[in-house]
């Protein structure tokens, strides 16, 4: 942990010294010069909603459910606590983790792909965070959920990282769409069904609808990343959860050894059925705009240049993780939502930007075909044990 006697307070100068690891000389800082729109990116965003939602319509007239335009399969939804760090360095106590404060927490374990596929296909897998009761102003005037959203993946970049490649990226997977499991389980080839291009983040460029898939690995002990940047607080930052306790350090790189469709599910129930987690959540900060950009969320933040810093802890004790009424409420009630954000937290770079629709139009419609009430949880008592 931080040491306060050598915390430098970071409020009244553009820079200080290095005095402890990690925290290098200068950070860049928040302005909203630090963005920068295309001048047809209206034109792109309304391409890529209108491609998402038309996928997504194919789906629901298949399953006469709808699901989500992406991260369509979940793999468990926890309970939590989110604590921030009592002694972070002033660099660092920022918007919500401004100061030490404990805050319940739920997480939906999900994969990627918009379509709901075997889990022995390989693929990006989500971990979605939601902290409730955050207090302090919005990034959007009319949200007012009042809690904070972490959307989060296991890679560290999208290649697609900004609307034009998105949109591209996505023409290209759509040629992808009929593959069937089994074909992708034999070849390793990773589905990015329905359109959603997050799926191909590992797929070489510029080839994106054939190539390996990642490996397939326990979920609970993979490192899970923004890939995007955001407002924090004075600066800017990318936002990673990795393992911290033991028993979830254990899994990463466990390779998945059990049958079935739906393995994911089984492993965290049975973890989480005896065994309790801890994540570290960490800020990436931005020392030079050039080389750590935020309007191409391809390009990856040097660590040299910028570590990942630790600033709170996510605790989650034993639970049923996998229940059925949980399953549904995650599914089909729930939505996450990177503009789900107090200001300090505001979304940066066209890929956010375009996320600001996509999410909009993909709940909208899931919660209407559902007929299900598009409800914000208040309390973590909502959701159901
Ligand atoms: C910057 C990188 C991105 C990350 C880290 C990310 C991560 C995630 C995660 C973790 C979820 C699952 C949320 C849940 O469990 O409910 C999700 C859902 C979703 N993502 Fe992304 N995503 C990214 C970019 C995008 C982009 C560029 C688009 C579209 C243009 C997109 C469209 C969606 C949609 C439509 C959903 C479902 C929303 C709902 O119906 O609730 N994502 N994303």
Redesign the pocket.
């Known amino acids: 942990m931080w040491s306060t006697a050598v915390v430098h307070s970071a409020e009244n100068s553009q820079s200080y010294a290095a005095s402890m690891e990690g925290i290098r000389e200068t950070y860049v800082r928040y302005a909203p010069g630090v963005e920068h729109r295309r001048a047809d990116e209206d034109e792109i965003v309304a391409k ?1 909603v209108d491609e ?1 939602h038309a996928l997504n319509a194919v789906a629901y007239d298949k399953h006469q459910h709808a699901t ?4 369509a399969k ?1 793999h468990g939804v926890l309970r939590g606590d989110l604590t921030v760090y009592p002694d972070l360095p002033g660099v660092l106590r920022q918007g919500l983790f401004g100061q030490p404060a404990s805050y319940p927490v739920m997480v ?1 374990l ?1 994969t990627a792909a918009g379509e709901i596929r075997s889990d022995q296909i390989a693929g990006l897998r ?3 965070v939601k902290v409730l009761g955050v207090p302090g102003p919005r990034a959007l005037p009319d949200d007012d959920t009042g809690n904070q959203d972490f ?3 296991n890679k560290p970049t ?1 290649p697609f990282g900004h609307v034009e490649a ?1 949109l591209a990226a996505m023409r290209l997977a759509k040629k992808q769409a009929k593959v069937p499991d089994a074909a992708l389980k034999v070849a390793g080839v990773v589905a990015r069904t329905a359109g ?1 291009v ?1 799926d191909a983040v590992q797929l070489p460029k510029p080839a994106p609808v054939a190539g390996l898939g990642m490996p397939n690995t326990h979920i609970l002990g993979e490192t899970f990343h ?3 940047a955001l407002r924090y607080g004075d600066y800017l930052a990318k936002i990673s959860a990795a393992p911290l306790s033991e028993p979830v350090r254990t899994l990463t790189g466990v390779p998945i050894d059990r049958d079935g469709d739906g393995v994911l599910r089984e492993l965290v129930v049975d973890f989480f059925r005896d065994n309790a987690a801890e994540y570290e959540l960490r800020a990436q900060l931005c020392t030079d705009i050039s080389t750590m950009p935020v309007e191409d ?1 391809s390009v990856l933040w040097p660590e040299s240049e910028s570590p990942h810093l630790p600033i709170a802890k996510l605790s989650f004790p034993p639970q049923d993780a996998g229940s059925a009424a949980r399953r549904v409420y995650a599914d089909d009630v ?4 990177p503009w789900h954000a107090l200001a300090a937290h505001r979304p940066l770079g066209s ?2 930007r ?2 600001r629709q ?2 909009e139009a ?2 909208s419609f ?1 919660h209407a075909m559902n007929a299900v009430p598009r409800v914000e949880p208040r309390s973590i008592e909502e959701l159901p044990g």
């Open positions: 890529i998402l989500r335009d992406a991260h979940s939906r999900s989500g971990f979605a959307l989060l993946v999208i998105y959603h997050l923004s890939m995007a969320a729930l939505s996450f939502n890929i956010m375009v996320r996509a999410y993909s709940t899931r």
